[in-house]
């Protein structure tokens, strides 16, 4: 079973996952956690280059290739192997983040990032695809009180770049409803966590 979560930045993801894996593995489920744009060293070294806030000039098209790149390796080296070993795997931001990051944010259209995508997964979609919603001003003003999380080159985009990566989450939601399940987000720490293993153990 391959899960990607997904949502803008601030919307408590990680964290909510991180209680929904340690709860898995209690039950004896075996879980690899892992993240993009990164995972692998090499996945690591290109994200290194995307979020650099040096790297201002760095083109869209350019910046969407590096992500789908980053996954390529990403999925050779750790996810397919995970799965072929009948692990779950859990992956924070995937596909989708390209699709509303670069197709939504950036306009360069979701089905010529998902054409891009496509060459770079062979098709590897997620068998769910949690989708933390919140709203971006909510979620910048959560980021900028957390010390501990390096500001990166996307979260310094304008508030209107983040409502049109939202914008192509929910629309992504409404294409995929096989696969997605919409969390509201702004909702307080412990109910998202308990939705977010009530939605995985259902699946399973
Ligand atoms: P990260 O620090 O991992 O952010 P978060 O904690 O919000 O997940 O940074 C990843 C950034 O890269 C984030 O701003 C979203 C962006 N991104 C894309 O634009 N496209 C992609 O395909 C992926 C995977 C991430």
Not at 33 to 38: L, W
Not at 146 to 171: A, G, P, S
Request: hydrophobic share 35%; glycine share 6%; proline share 3%.
């Amino acid at each position: 079973m391959f899960i990607t979560i997904e949502g803008p930045e601030g919307s408590g993801k990680t964290t909510a996952v991180k209680y929904a894996v340690s709860e898995l593995e209690k039950m004896g489920y075996q879980i690899v956690m892992t993240r993009e744009p990164g995972g692998t060293p090499i996945s690591e070294q290109i994200r290194d280059v995307i979020l650099s806030k040096e790297n201002t000039s760095m083109d869209a098209r350019t910046e969407a290739l590096l992500y789908a790149a980053s996954r390529r390796q990403h999925l050779v080296e750790k996810i397919w192997p995970a799965l072929k070993e009948g692990k779950i795997v859990i992956c924070d931001r995937y596909l989708d983040s390209s699709l509303a990051y670069q197709g939504g944010g950036r306009g360069l259209g979701v089905d010529n990032i998902l054409n891009v995508n496509s060459f770079a997964t062979e098709e590897t979609f997620p068998d769910l695809t949690l989708l933390f919603d919140i709203d971006p001003e909510i979620g910048m003003e959560r980021i900028a009180k957390n010390e501990n999380r390096e500001v990166n080159r996307l979260d310094l985009e304008e508030i209107d770049f983040h409502r049109k990566v939202r914008q192509t989450f929910l629309d992504l939601a409404k294409r995929y409803p096989e696969r997605y399940v919409v969390i509201d987000a702004s909702k307080d720490k412990e109910t998202v966590e308990k939705e977010v293993l009530d939605i995985i153990l259902k699946r399973l």
